[in-house]
């Protein structure tokens, strides 16, 4: 397994969904229906459906991010990875802000799955 | 398992061995000797001696670092944690720096190790 290849196609892909208001939602089929895990902000939500409800009322439309280093390590049956870069949502007048997010991203079934994610804006840390 | 009161204890001990350069080495004991992985600013290192390594040959002796944030997830055997924060090196004029750093601390035959260890500077993400 590839896993610096097979990382990065997972960032790239989960960010276009993501960014956009008119796909975000299909990031549902990358997590686990019950197994995932999202720590956003410090809020926890456990199975997909709770975590793309979250997503859904985040008080924003479009994101613009920018990916400053993204790092990957293999892991039994998938990839961790790290993932710093910045963003801006598209509301008027918005900052720009910084972020760190970390995804363990695993094989369930023959199913890459994003178990683990966990977020947090930079605001504090500078 | 209490993964939230294990990640803190880690989170604790690492960094108080860490930041110290007399008791730096004693980590070494918290790293798998063949399986663990240290990415360090996009450098790949693997086993506890080629990390161990990598640390004594950094520039600095102590360090003084603020922990931000700690986020814990649990995972099979282990616990996710993902850790912003500002650290100072002892150098003089040595300015404040944000940091992330990414663990998977996790169980092999009964003892936790950091399997996985992904450090970066937030020096180009602000």
Same mark, same amino acid.
């Given at each position: ?6 990382? @990065? @196609? ?5 960010? *276009? =969904?993501?960014?956009? +208001?008119?796909?975000?939602?299909? !990031?549902?089929?990358?997590? &686990?229906? !019950?197994?995932?895990? %999202? ?10 459906? @709770?975590?793309?409800? +979250? ?5 924003? @439309?479009? =994101? ?15 990839? =961790?990875?790290?993932? =710093?870069?910045?963003?801006? !949502? *598209?509301?008027?007048?918005? +900052? ?10 695993? *094989? ?6 994003? %178990?683990?994610?966990?977020?947090? %804006?930079?605001? &504090?840390?500078?």
């Amino acid at each position: 397994m590839d896993f610096q290849k097979i990382g @990065a @196609a997972f960032v790239k892909q989960y960010y *276009d =969904l993501f960014d956009q +208001k008119d796909t975000r939602s299909q !990031t549902s089929n990358m997590y &686990h229906p !019950t197994e995932s895990c %999202l720590t956003f902000e410090g809020q926890q939500f456990q199975g997909s459906g @709770a975590i793309v409800e +979250k997503h859904a009322n985040m008080p924003f @439309a479009n =994101l613009y991010r920018v990916i400053t280093t993204s790092d990957f390590q293999p892991i039994p049956g998938g990839v =961790l990875i790290q993932v =710093l870069g910045q963003l801006r !949502t *598209d509301s008027e007048n918005d +900052k720009i802000m910084g972020f760190s997010q970390t995804f363990l991203v695993r *094989d369930v079934d023959n199913n890459f799955f994003i %178990l683990n994610d966990i977020f947090r %804006l930079l605001i &504090h840390n500078v």
